[in-house]
Structure formats: C-alpha cells, structure tokens
C-alpha cells in the first residue's frame, strides 16, 4: 500500500496555513454626503477589527473612491476614465474575504452612493459574509440594514443577523470617536464574532470547491 501519510501532512498544514491566515475585511464607509457623520462610525467599526488577531481591515471609503453614476450599455466599454475609477476599489473588495457595511438611513433605505459601489460589482461579493453597522435617526438605519439584505442575496452574498445599529447616532459617540454606551461595542463583538465564523466556513468550503454562481 503506498505510505499517504506525508502528502496527506501537506494537504493538512497547507490547510491550516490559510484557514489561520487574519480574515481580509472590507469596511465599506456607505455616505457620501458633505459634512458626513460617517466617518465617526466608520473609524470605530476599524477600530473593533483592528483590536482583532482574527482579522485585518481596509477601509474602503467611497469619498477616496468614487465610482461613475453612468452605466455602460451591455457589451460595450464603460466610459474613459471607468476601469482607473474601478481599479481603486474593486481588487480590495475580490480580496477581502468578508464585508462590514457602514451605512446610515437616506429616506427609509441605504444611500445612492453605497448602491452605486455596490452594482458596479458582482462576483467580488460572491460567496462571503456581509455584516452592518447603521446609523440614523429613530430607526438607527435598520429599514436600510434590511433592504441591504435584499441586494445582498440577490449578488450570491450572505448577510449577519446580527447588527450594530445606533438611532440618534450623531449622540451616540464622544469627542475621539469612542461608542458611550459599552452595549454597543459588546454588539460590534458579537457581530463580528459571526461575521468571522461565516468568513472562515466559506472561505474554507471555496478551497475545497470553488464558488460556481
Ligand atoms: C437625504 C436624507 C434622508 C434621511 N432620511 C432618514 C430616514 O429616513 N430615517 C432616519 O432615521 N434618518 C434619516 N436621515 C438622517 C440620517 O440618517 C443621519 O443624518 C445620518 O447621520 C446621515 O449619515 P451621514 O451623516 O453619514 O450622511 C436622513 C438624512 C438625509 C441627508
């Protein structure tokens, strides 16, 4: 009987190297708007995975990386200047292996510029985990978090039960960026928690088999 044991060691450490490899998170800061209070909560939400061995983050700020509003008819080029546009964002959102979107509420839903970002992609979102932080007035942006949800399955993703919401948000953080209620940062820890058991189980099942859309 041929000895397997050591290609069998090889398959099991090449294994163990990636599944230990710090999850690649993409923060996706949603609001454009001037004057924006985005930022503050964006800059906490990469403080939680920072603090994190398990995980790394890029900040993918859609003022840093504004994306065209003019889509390209089907089968035609999109404009000059387009794939420079998309060249700034869309390899960090292919090789992130989770998402965690910042989104306020605009009218009941997510903001046009977080929608725009996210149809300019398709197979970058395939098959990972997508966790929400939102902010807003009374609803603290949970009616955009569960229209997300939609658009989200739609683009093969699978989205967090568990969310980060905080109403009144703008009232919700000290001067250098701190969360003053502790309930919202033990929610940032239980969301990312999930976030990266979802991350690690499909990022181990496409090593294994390929994600077929
Ligand atoms: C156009 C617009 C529509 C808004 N609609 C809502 C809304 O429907 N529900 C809500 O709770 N807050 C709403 N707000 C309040 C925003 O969620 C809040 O001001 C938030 O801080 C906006 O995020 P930003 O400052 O990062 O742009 C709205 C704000 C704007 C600018």
Redesign the pocket.
């Known amino acids: 009987m041929p000895d397997t044991r050591h290609s069998a060691d090889c398959a099991d450490s090449a294994h163990s190297a990636h599944s230990a490899r710090p999850l690649r998170i993409a923060v996706i800061a ?4 001037d ?5 503050v ?1 964006a800059g906490w939400t990469l403080g939680h995975i920072q603090q994190r061995e398990d995980m790394s983050a890029d900040l993918v700020d859609l003022v840093e990386t504004p994306l065209p509003t003019v889509f390209p008819a089907f089968g035609q080029p999109p404009a000059a200047g387009t794939e420079e546009l998309l060249a700034a964002v869309s390899p960090r959102l292919a090789e992130a292996d989770a998402f965690v979107v910042v989104t ?6 997510f ?1 046009a510029s977080l929608k725009n970002a996210i149809d300019w992609h398709n197979k970058e979102w395939h098959a990972k985990p997508v966790g929400f932080v939102s ?7 949970l ?1 955009a978090v569960e229209q997300l949800r939609l658009v989200f399955a739609e683009l093969n993703a699978t989205t967090i039960r568990e969310t980060v919401c905080f ?1 009144g ?2 009232a919700k953080f000290d001067t250098d960026g701190a969360a003053t209620d502790p309930a919202s940062d033990a929610a940032a820890k239980t969301m990312l928690d999930q976030l990266a058991w979802w991350a690690h189980a499909l990022r181990d099942a496409k090593a294994v088999r390929p994600y077929a859309a």
């Not at 949603?30 to 708007?33: C, E, I």
């Not at 902010?135 to 942006?141: E, K, R, T, V």
């Open positions: 949603g609001s454009t708007r004057g924006r209070f985005g930022p909560v306020p509420e605009y009218n009941h839903s903001p902010y807003g007035g009374i609803s603290g942006g009616r109403p948000g703008w």
